[in-house]
């Protein structure tokens, strides 16, 4: 998942009056177990509730709080996606259940952090990158021409989205060296 990980505390990122209007389910330690079932799938058991198997979690702020606001759902059996609640930090959870969660957290966020950009090539309303990235070495990669596809990190950072909605980072675009950055800039200046 996130080679740069934010870790600000989550309080207070929103307004718990508010919060509670909206109907949202607190999943908190207390009242919630978090382990792994059978064929190495996340289950879920809730005080009161049924017990849910092959839970999967999403981030509903990604970029912002990686470590907080974290959604716990399953499919039901009309295939249907429902939500079993939310996790407002997972720093309070236990660290056997924090691990579990963020394994499967890297199941499905694939990020790279880009350290250098070699070029970027435009044809077709789609950019055409030649990165070097932290862990995985050099890569290419598409994505579209368009200002939904990146998101800010932090004061200078920025993320991409690709076609593929892989995630790749570049904590400080400030940071990176010059021509990089020019290279960078001429196609990303929002």
């Known amino acids: 998942m996130n080679e740069a990980v934010n870790t600000s505390p989550a309080a207070p990122l929103f307004d718990d ?3 509670a209007n909206l109907g949202i389910r607190w999943l908190i330690p ?4 978090i382990f792994e079932g059978s064929f190495s799938l996340l289950h879920c058991q809730v005080q009161g509730d049924t017990l849910y198997r092959g839970v999967f979690a999403v981030l509903l702020f990604p970029v912002s709080h990686p470590n907080h606001l974290i959604s ?3 499919q039901d059996a009309k295939d249907k996606e429902q939500e079993i609640g939310v996790i407002r930090d997972l ?3 236990q660290p056997d259940a924090q691990k579990l969660v963020r394994d ?3 199941k499905h966020y694939y990020e790279l952090t880009i350290t250098r950009v070699f070029s970027v090539r435009h044809e077709f309303n789609l950019l055409f990158f030649d990165v070097e990235t932290k862990t995985a070495g050099r890569r290419e990669f598409v994505m579209p021409w368009r200002s939904d596809r990146t998101e800010d990190y932090g004061q200078n950072g920025k993320v991409l989205l690709d076609a593929l ?5 570049i904590p400080d675009v400030t940071a990176l060296p010059a021509n990089d950055r020019r290279v960078f800039t001429r196609f990303i200046y929002w």
Do not use: I, K, V
């Open 17 to 19: 009056e508010r919060l």
């Open 30 to 33: 207390a009242e919630t177990a």
């Open 72 to 74: 716990l759902r399953y």
């Open 91 to 93: 720093s309070q959870f």
């Open 104 to 106: 499967n957290l890297r």
């Open 165 to 169: 909605d892989n995630r790749y980072l």
